[in-house]
């Protein structure tokens, strides 16, 4: 998405929003446990065992073997494997073979429980298994590794960074040998995202929720449903949430007259800016200007 650019007396500044993330119930939250790399300079068979939290192992050097659920795998260099809760794994550790091991769980918001599985029931082990070398870059495990210090909003970056990679993995994964419970949540999150970035993009014209439905591709009948189902807002009301909040942010500035704003935002007057402004917060822009 293109920046929002404000040029004056020299000055350029480029603005990157955020979505309105608070308005999601259907949120996934990944949890970061902990890594390592292993290097090998020699053989060892590691007793088959169960797990109980996921495992995502990305090949450096091998290639490397193991047994999933009772089928011998091998994972070239630049390939990864993922393991959920519940599967019977046993490493074949081969000499000059080293991989990383990250482990994680994953959570639903929403129902404030775990999801423990990611593949659908009786997978075959194979699938979970990417073939395509990535070349694997370990720089995002080396920024979780600087997060291991007992510091303020430490777990919370070190969850962003495992959510990142993750996420890569899974990309590479069909939606169709992925479990119904993750990809209604994959799907509802590729949703809002597409949604609320034609939102960002459209803060400084008038949209109508026939525009944003001819902007994402479906009917406006499907956006409404959708919207409802998975924002717990309709399509019209989020518009108007979010050229509340961009309103704000440039009242606040201090520069802008409100007629200046409500033009800039795409209303059709200031009357109206105000009148929607008022019957979201409760008072009109220079009330709430002024309450600063």
Known sequence: MSPKVESREGMRKEYFYRGLSSLFSYKIQFRFLDFHRLSMNGAYEYPRHEHNSYELILVKEGPYRCNLNNEELEVAPGCSLLIQPGDFHQDHLANAQSHYVVHFRIFSVAANSPINRIFRKGCDPSLQMTRRSQGFDDSLLRQIALECDDVIYSGNIQDALLEVIV????????????????????????????????????????????????????????????????????????????????????????????????????FSSPFHFSQVFKKETGIAPSEWRAHL
């Open 167 to 266: 996420l890569r993995v899974l990309r590479q994964f069909p939606t169709s040998i992925m479990d119904s419970v993750l990809v209604q949540h994959t799907a509802a999150r590729q949703f809002a995202d597409a949604l609320l970035a034609e939102l960002v993009s459209s803060l400084n014209k008038k949209v109508t929720v026939t525009d944003l439905a001819l902007a994402l591709g479906i009917p406006e009948r499907t956006l409404n449903a959708r919207c409802n189902d998975i924002m717990k807002t309709s399509p019209s009301n989020l518009i108007r949430r979010m050229k509340v909040d961009e309103a704000k942010r440039l009242l606040k500035a201090g520069s802008p007259t409100v007629k200046e704003v409500a033009y800039q935002l795409g």
